[in-house]
Structure formats: structure tokens, C-alpha cells
């Protein structure tokens, strides 16, 4: 959108024509971009009608000069519905905020090499970034778009993705793994989790003495493949069958 212009990267300066050639006056009542937006593009109107076909929410910020040592801040230009949807903000209310109000204080020094990352290399991708809705309950969204410098501005947008289910899901995995590696600390036996074809895919013994195997030479093996006399191995492979068949 922002690299429209004439093949040498300066910005379009021709009055638009009619079909004819003829010089076109501007519109009576036509909407005159803001002060921030950059010369020789598409009109904001029209990019906002687009980010609002975009399925989530979207933003255009421009990273500004702070208050006296503050650096760089960046702030949001624009916002799509969805913006409103994810974070409970009113695309009109999020207009010049800055983006640190959808962070956290001590999410502070993460944000700072995010945005350095992105103005050095002007590209977006973060993931499970956490931000803070407008009631103050967080969200997590993977982060895209990039950036791109105006002369002495930078202005991009980015992509935020939902991904707090995905990230609950993987937390909810997590809390079942470590329970189920707690409940195996207190066994005094051996465990295995063995696949239908006889295979051991996992393995815990608080003594491994015990069995006739270290546990590392355990796991990729087959029941059938173990050192032991034949009548044990039938017993293994009927109790196997039963487990599977229940």
C-alpha cells in the first residue's frame, strides 16, 4: 500500500487525469488524507474498506518521536473492526494510542527489541506476543505485517492473530504431561507405553535394575524383540491383546 509511486521511488506528484488526459479537480467533499499519511497512495478510505475485509485484527501505526528521551513511539494511525472484536477498543477510540497500551509494564523490555527489530529490518513476525485487552484481560496473537521508512518516518501495519486457544491447549497438554511424569515418580515398577504393533514408545522405572533392559535401550524395540524365553513372550503379546481389545 505505502510503495506506491513512479519507478524511482519518489512519490507520484501529477494531478490525476480523466480518459481524455485532461487535468482532473480535485472532488468537492472528497476525504483529504491526514497529515501523517505519505504522498503518491491509495487514499486512507479506501485502505481502511480493505482492512476490514481482513478476518483479524488489523492495525497501521507510525513510530514517532516521544517526549524528551523517550525515543521512538509508536502509535496507531488505524484499525479495522476486529480491532474492537479482539480488544475492545472502537477503531475510531484507537487512533493515536500508543502501542504500549495494549502491553504489559514488565512486558516492557520485549517490546523494545521487537520494535528495534522491526526498524532495522522492517519485517513483523512474533509469536504467542501477549497484549492486554481494554478490560485488562490478556490475549495472545501471532504478529505479521511489516514496516517500511517515509523519509524520516516509519510506517507499517501488522496482522494479529488470535492464538489464545491454541496457546491454552498447549498449556492444558503441558499440565497433563507433568502430572503424568509426577504419577511415574511415585511407582516404585516399571511403566511402558507400548504402541499396538509391540513397539515401546516410552518408558520409567524408579529401578531400572529391575528390569532385564537399561530404559534407553528400551524405547524403538519390539516386546518380541526382548531377550527372554519364548512362554514369556506369548504372555506378553496375550496381554497386550487383551489391553487393546478393552
Excluded at 487525469?17 to 497512495?41: H, I, K, L, M, Y
Excluded at 472484536?85 to 504489559?104: C, I, Q
Aim: with cysteine; proline share 9%.
Amino acid at each position: 500500500v505505502f510503495m506506491e509511486g513512479r519507478p524511482d521511488g519518489e512519490p507520484r506528484t501529477e494531478a490525476p487525469t480523466n480518459g481524455a488526459g485532461d487535468s482532473v479537480p480535485p472532488v468537492e467533499g472528497a476525504e483529504r488524507p491526514p497529515s501523517w499519511w505519505p504522498p503518491g497512495v491509495i487514499g486512507p478510505e479506501t485502505v481502511r474498506e480493505f482492512i476490514d475485509t481482513l478476518p483479524d485484527a488489523t492495525v497501521i501505526f507510525e513510530f514517532v518521536p516521544g517526549k524528551s528521551g523517550e525515543g521512538l513511539v509508536g502509535r496507531i494511525r488505524m484499525a479495522n473492526t476486529r480491532v474492537q472484536e479482539k480488544f475492545g477498543y472502537d477503531p475510531e477510540e484507537a487512533v493515536n494510542m500508543p502501542l504500549s497500551r495494549f502491553t504489559r509494564p514488565e512486558d516492557a523490555e520485549i517490546m523494545a527489541r521487537m520494535q528495534q527489530v522491526i526498524l532495522t529490518t522492517g519485517r513483523i513476525k512474533f509469536r504467542e506476543v501477549r497484549f492486554v485487552r481494554k478490560d485488562g484481560s490478556l490475549i495472545y496473537c501471532d504478529v505479521r505485517g511489516n514496516a517500511q521508512r517515509q523519509g524520516d518516518r516509519t510506517i507499517g501495519f501488522a496482522i494479529l492473530q488470535d492464538v489464545s486457544a491454541r496457546r491454552r491447549s498447549q498449556a492444558q497438554i503441558q499440565a497433563e504431561q507433568a502430572r503424568f511424569r509426577a504419577l511415574l515418580k511415585g511407582v516404585p515398577d516399571v511403566i511402558f507405553r507400548i504402541g499396538r504393533d509391540g513397539t515401546f514408545l516410552d518408558a520409567h522405572a524408579e529401578r531400572p535394575e529391575i528390569f532385564i533392559l537399561p530404559m534407553d535401550k528400551v524405547i524403538g524395540i519390539r516386546v518380541w524383540d526382548l531377550p527372554v524365553p519364548p512362554a514369556l513372550l506369548d504372555l506378553a503379546r496375550r496381554g497386550i491383546d487383551d489391553a487393546l481389545s478393552t
